[in-house]
């Protein structure tokens, strides 16, 4: 039995966002990956680094810290990280961002993931 | 084994659906599914773990059906992270496009 991968896996829970916004989407990309532009619309410190396997850190005043990984990165396009709480569930995370007539459209979707497929960093540094 | 996890898996979720549809047993879904017997019967464990289905024992025979409450548990889940995001992306909105 195949276990299919979790980007094809309509099924599990999710969530999904999408977003207009005014700007260029290279402007919009910058304030998704650079951890202090990130920061300001997170709800929380973010700290990103924009590489496959680069780590993800959300640590918010009023919430459990956030980690996880970097899978998949189309610079400028889209990015996709898992993250999880200490113990909480596991999600992975996909954004879209695309060019619009007046601007930029950022899309997200965040899904809950089996336990096994997660790969959470060893140190949280 | 938390709703969650019992629910990762996509052959799981697929008994669950075949439960879901009315009290079934592990020969009936596995005449139904590609899966073995023993196989089935490894899934209603874990579903029974999570309490997603309850166990009937009739004579020899062990009936499942489908007890729900527990998915109130991914409804709470879907909506906590609909709400993060409704407040990520108003946050990022009012600070793009002034």
């Known amino acids: 039995m195949n276990q299919p991968a979790p980007e094809s896996d309509q099924t599990l829970p999710r969530v999904e966002r999408a977003v207009e916004l005014g700007v260029p989407a290279a402007v919009l990309w910058q304030h998704l990956v650079d951890g202090e532009l990130a920061s300001f619309w997170m709800g929380g410190v973010m700290t990103i680094e924009p590489r496959l396997n ?19 990165l189309v610079s400028g396009e889209s990015i996709t990280w898992t993250w999880r709480t200490r113990d909480g ?30 790969h959470v960093p060893t140190t949280l540094g | 084994m938390d709703v969650f996890a019992a629910l990762g898996d996509p052959t799981r979720r697929e008994v669950l659906r075949r439960v879901a549809g009315g009290p079934t047993t592990a020969t009936e879904l596995a005449l139904q599914m590609p899966i073995s017997r023993q196989a089935v019967s490894k899934h209603l464990s874990a579903l029974d773990e999570a ?12 009936r499942y059906s489908l007890r729900a409450e527990p998915l109130s548990d991914v409804v709470g889940w879907v909506n906590e992270v609909g709400n993060a995001w409704d407040q990520r992306l108003a946050k990022l909105k009012s600070r793009l496009d002034r």
């Open chain 2, 51 to 62: 309490g997603l289905v309850e166990r009937t024992v009739s004579g020899r025979e062990v």
């Open chain 1, 54 to 72: 680069g780590r993800v850190l959300l640590h918010a005043d009023d919430a459990p810290v956030v980690f996880g990984t970097v899978e998949e």
């Open chain 1, 89 to 118: 569930e596991p999600t992975q995370v996909s954004i879209v961002v695309e060019p619009a007539s007046d601007g930029s459209i950022l899309r997200v979707t965040e899904q809950l993931i089996p336990y096994e497929i997660i």
